[in-house]
DNA sequence: ATATTTACTGACTAATGGGTCAGCAAGATT
DNA sequence: AATCTTGCTGACCCATTAGTCAGTAAATAT
């Protein structure tokens, strides 16, 4: 008998906790969040979740970066190896990003820099500077690219790259907001994306 | 001297108090705002205001429904008076009403119904019923009748309204999560509608 | 003026929740 | 087997906060 109350396990620990606290945060963003519901979810006393971490805030911070660290940077990769055409980019590796960012992790980020960013404003900045400019600068140089390689006429959409994201934030609020509604959110990025093309590729300029 | 130290006002209280409380939920979200905070702001003892609500939870409901109560309306009354061509309604009122929605306070709706609408599930059934369901129901109806004069060819846009909403979409979280960076809301809407008319006015059906 | 009604106050309570710490026991060292 | 180190527990603390209520004074009636 004697069943051992507990095992010492130092090196897992930071991450389970912070594994837990992303679902937890997850669900009911920062404030709505209760530090002792991570602690019971990772196994583990609140003392020492308080170990690990110094503070509620601290380990909000951690799990968030977490989650964004290694996002952006692999779509990055992905791009400066590519020797595609713009239309292929658009078409091929951005859309499958995506269309499967809105069941990723990644959507969660998004879901509490909408909720909480307010009162976490250097979380927003290193979102933005990681993420979100870096996300931003890459597709408006792929359709740069297309214009200067005669691929694509030159648009508005060049300077407004939020315009080719746009269905991946529907397709993201709608499943935090209507998870239970469906909606084809691959359907959606893929039209989209479909549109696009064609608004760049057309010949005669539009009228107005 | 003699001050009088406060006025009855029986009648306005509530929607000063909901007013202010709007402020509040609308920076903190619903688990970070406080009841105090919310009576301080509207010059008002905590016990008054639970006298006109009697939860927190109550006063969070009855601080949404005023928002969005009026809202839809609006919109769908001036589509049902309106003799507009599809295209004319697109560019017109709707690109009009997806410019200043992301200044509007409709704004924090959106914000909420991310941020809280997993714990307020009626809520966002009632933001569902009022409001998401109409309005896109509305943009269905509007590109079915373009499509059935002749104006539209058949396309997914038909089944997918998100699609047209979704520079709506960007630019509200944008506003929300970067409101320091700035964004051309207005030229990213009006692009975006460029874009999708053009695309359900092509002739020739694109390859893929 | 005086009495009556009730909108309103503010001090209170009970409970919650972030954070702490003395002590315990798992595993390493000898 | 005895000792030491430290990862870990759980009971505790206290600041905060949703919600209450006895009493006060503004407006109204008499």
Redesign the interface.
């Known amino acids: 008998m004697a069943e051992t109350r507990y095992q010492r396990r130092k090196e897992e620990r930071p991450d389970e906790i912070a594994e837990a606290a992303f679902d937890v945060f997850s ?6 969040a209760r530090v002792d519901e991570v602690a019971r979810k990772a196994g583990v006393s609140k003392g020492l979740l308080y170990l690990y971490f110094k503070t509620k805030e601290e380990l909000f911070k951690a799990v968030v970066m977490r989650v964004i660290s290694p996002r952006m940077d692999a779509l990055i990769e992905r791009l400066s190896t590519s020797e595609q055409s713009a239309e292929e980019f658009l ?1 091929g590796p951005l859309t499958q990003f995506m269309q499967q960012l809105p069941r990723s992790r990644a959507r969660v980020v ?2 509490l ?7 976490h404003p250097d979380l ?1 900045d290193f979102y ?1 500077e990681s993420v ?1 400019s870096k996300g931003l600068a890459l597709i408006s140089s792929i359709i740069e690219r297309g214009v200067s390689s005669g691929e694509f006429r030159k ?3 060049s300077e ?1 790259p ?2 080719v ?3 991946m ?3 993201t ?2 499943k ?3 998870a239970d ?1 469906s ?2 959110t691959d ?2 990025v893929s ?2 994306i ?6 760049l590729k ?1 010949e005669r300029s ?1 009228t ?1």
């Open positions: 669900e009911h963003g920062y404030a709505g078409r998004i879901k820099m909408i909720s909480d960013g307010s009162r927003v933005w979100a648009t508005a959409v407004l939020q315009l994201i746009a269905p934030m529907v397709a609020v709608w935090i907001v209507f509604r909606l084809d359907r959606l039209t989209h479909d549109m696009l093309v064609s608004y057309t539009k107005r």
